[in-house]
């Protein structure tokens, strides 16, 4: 849980998907160098992290959130696009 403090504590947005099994890299890749250093991009499967899981209480994947300077300013459940993402993100930069 340490670790995802730092990982959160950014002043630039951190986009995190939280996800399980199915992985899709290309989204995130498009994301990523959509924004390039303007943003974060972090993947976390859940099945590794059971208690920030829990903590965050994660119910579904994926699930995408958006931290900045440890403030959680977005969160949503199912499939999204890279470029509704994108545009999610920028609104925070």
């Known amino acids: ?33 959509a924004l390039g250093d303007k943003a974060k991009i972090i993947k976390i499967d859940i099945s590794k992290n059971n208690q920030l899981v829990d903590a965050l209480r994660i119910k579904s994947t994926p699930t995408f959130v958006i931290y900045k300077n440890s403030e959680m300013k977005w969160r949503q459940s199912g499939k999204q696009d890279a470029n509704t993402l994108i545009d999610l993100v920028e609104q925070f930069i």
């Open 1 to 33: 849980m340490a670790k995802f403090g730092k990982i959160i504590d950014s002043s630039i947005p951190t986009l995190i998907d939280f996800f399980k099994d199915n992985n899709e890299d290309s989204l995130l890749h498009d994301v990523a160098t």
